[in-house]
């Protein structure tokens, strides 16, 4: 994906606690519609096995927002490099990140053109 600005990065899930992106996305807002992100998805793609993956969206009105936004369905299990599309919720407050529990790790983007067929 070219447009860092939505791009989280590499997630390391946390065993005990979540672990969180080191990139969050700034909307400069205090808060914001995703639905403006016409047809937009979370994407996540694993970087080697991931297991008990339970991904979730964090928001806030500060840099690093800890608060779960959404929290996902848990994915039992990935392979290295496979690919998950996840719908977006609707409203976020200024900054928006991607975190998560499990086992592995990921990296995930914000990517415009809906779900893949």
């Known amino acids: 994906m070219d447009d860092k600005l939505l ?21 400069e807002v205090d808060s914001y519609d995703l639905s403006n992100l016409e047809d937009a998805i979370l994407v996540v793609i694993a970087n080697g096995a991931v297991t008990a993956a339970e991904i979730s969206l964090y928001s806030g009105a500060a840099t690093a927002p800890t608060t ?6 848990t994915i039992a299990a990935m392979a290295d490099g496979d690919r998950v599309e996840l719908s977006l919720p609707l409203t976020c407050s200024q ?13 995930a983007w914000i990517e415009e053109g809906g779900k893949s067929a």
């Not at 990065?9 to 909307?27: P, Q, R, W």
């Not at 779960?68 to 369905?73: D, E």
């Not at 900054?95 to 990296?107: C, F, W």
């Open 7 to 27: 791009y989280f990065g590499e997630v390391t899930l946390g065993s005990e606690s979540a672990g969180y992106s080191a990139n969050e996305v700034n909307f």
């Open 95 to 107: 900054y928006l990140r991607v975190g998560g529990e499990g086992t592995g790790k990921i990296i």
């Open 68 to 73: 779960a936004l959404h929290t996902y369905p």
